[in-house]
């Protein structure tokens, strides 16, 4: 067993942290941001929206269950590095209680070459980012001289402004096949009969449980670049479009924003997290950078129509201004913790979307039933 290694987190504001090294144990650069999840760290982790960012977890002990290849959301990374109070080490080479466990999260985030710290005061760190918003952050275990940490994070780019979906698009179009996991505890798509619908689904960091969710409700994904033009699109002869989530900054992918102009109206519309931000940009909308964002699996958002709360798995940094929307647009969710903007319909289109993320992974399934309502919407045509 290796002996521990010392490693420190700076901040780019020169708040930094002693902890001890634990992945790779090497470097790891990004934007630091808090996640308020108990359970589904593998899952967080894999979620290529994360691409570009250190998640912080909150709850004190990661990693006791161990990792599963069931449960990687993409076959990377998304996150640049992770921040662990307590990591459970103990079983790297033994045998996890759970059923479905192949290996320790520490030794599946070596093998990925993602870098991380354990032994830092999480509590503390999530209340500095708290009070003073996401910030650029460095971990290293290579180099521990103070000074020089500061100013190479303090040369990092600001995720404000950043396309960093070509980081984590597929290179080329696929089709999705269900594998050995299946969502069948979902309650989503029981009971669905009629044929199978073909959704073409634009891939800006797509997870793999959206793509098992369609699949469930009978809806057979199809994933493309997210540089796929409108009319390669439509060529391919789909029933509805999905958008997916991803990472970075909605208001630099300009070519995607384009893609969903052309396609509102012409075609079903599904939107989710950066693909909700998207639709709202393509059709006149802002966005903005929330101070810390939103992550996490214990969000309240209110359905508007029918009053009912749901809890919420999200992840998302940035958000549409509701004001900025035209008239076309009729909010349909919103967040009972800050009243940010979490769903919106078209109606002058069948196109709808949501900040937050209906098929959870990790989370509730609160709102999956969200993926019916879209298979009806692109049966009806409305």
Known sequence: MMEPKPALLMLDDGTCFEGMACGACAEAAGEAIFVTAMSGYQETLTDPSYHGQIVVFTAAHIGNYGVSPHDDEAPFFGASGVVFHSLFTAADSMPFPHWRAKGSLNAKLAGAGVSGI????????????RRHGSRNALISAT???????????????????????????????YSFSPKEYSLSASPAGKGI?????????????????????????AMQPEVWPATTSAETLLASKPDGVMLSNGPGDPEPC???????????????LFGICLGHQLLGLALGGKTYKLPFGHHGLNHPVKDVQTGRVSITSQNHGFCLDPDSLPPTITPTHWNLNDNTLEGMACTHAPAFSVQFHPEAAPGTWDACGLFERFRCMVESGA
């Open 143 to 173: 180099d521990l001289d103070r000074a020089s940490l500061l100013r190479r994070v303090q040369g990092l780019p600001s995720m404000q402004g950043q396309n960093l979906v070509r980081h984590v698009t597929t290179p080329a179009p």
């Open 254 to 268: 300009t070519h995607a924003i384009n893609t969903v102009r052309q396609l509102v109206g012409r075609i079903p």
């Open 193 to 217: 009969s009629g044929r199978t619908l073909k959704i073409a689904v634009l891939d800006f960091g797509v997870k793999r449980s959206i793509l098992q969710h369609l699949a469930q409700c």
């Open 118 to 129: 354990c032994g830092v005061d999480t509590r503390a760190l999530t209340l500095h980012l």
